[in-house]
């Protein structure tokens, strides 16, 4: 299993050499934006995020889709 410090220190060693700011959040709403795509269930998708209930979920895909 990773290191959410381990990976913390990567983002961001990796956002000064490149100049381009990318955090650990950032990677999370890539994977839900991934998700909606793929038309993955609100409920899989809820506990894949590790959200407390799918409401979170949905305000996230819901965002997304304005977003788009």
Not at 10 to 23: A, D, F, N, P, T
Not at 39 to 51: G, W
Request: net charge positive; no cysteine; proline share 0%.
């Amino acid at each position: 299993m990773i290191n959410l410090q381990v990976l913390k220190t990567y983002l961001e060693r990796y956002s000064k050499r490149s100049g381009v700011h990318i955090s650990f959040h950032m990677l999370r709403h890539s994977f839900a934006t991934r998700l909606r795509k793929q038309n993955v269930d609100v409920k899989i998708a809820q506990r894949l995020l590790r959200h407390e209930n799918y409401q979170t979920t949905l305000d996230i895909y819901t965002s997304l889709e304005n977003e788009n």
